[in-house]
């Protein structure tokens, strides 16, 4: 088992950056896929962003391919999404997510992962 905790949201204006952080509390390199998914009110919860257990291959979505960086820090036993450019569309409740695998049935779904944060609110203004 792994606990998430996220921290980093807040709010922005558009054009705007913040930083989410996803502290585990055990290393998740080479262990874990880590994923950051976001819930806008009224949608569907959907990955953003991941990064593999093997070799750190990430893998972002359409919608934020470019603006969005994800990465992870092992020694702080900690994944991040660095988000430029933001805009008001991204406004959400991201959430910190974790499996043995990002491909279990897909790594935008959130039935891949068994281990959450308990998410973080980001808020985009025009």
């Known amino acids: 088992q792994v606990q998430l905790v996220e921290s980093g949201g807040g709010s922005v204006q558009a054009g705007g950056s913040l930083r989410l952080s996803c502290g585990a509390s055990?290393?998740?390199?080479?262990?874990?896929?880590v994923a950051w998914l976001r819930q806008a009110p009224g949608e569907e919860r959907e990955g953003v962003a991941a990064?593999?257990?093997?070799?750190?291959?990430?893998y972002y979505a359409d919608s934020v391919k470019g603006r969005f960086t994800i990465s992870q820090d092992d020694a702080k036993k900690t994944v991040y999404l660095q988000m430029n450019n933001l805009k008001p569309e991204d406004t959400a409740t991201y959430y910190c997510?974790?499996?043995?695998?990002?491909?279990?049935?897909?790594?935008?779904?959130?039935?891949?992962?068994?281990?959450w944060g308990q998410g973080t609110l980001v808020t985009v203004s025009t």
């Open positions: 997510a974790a499996d043995v695998s990002c491909f279990r049935y897909g790594w935008r779904r959130p039935s891949n992962y068994d281990y």
């Open positions: 990064i593999s257990a093997a070799g750190g291959i990430t």
């Open positions: 055990k290393p998740t390199y080479e262990r874990y896929c």
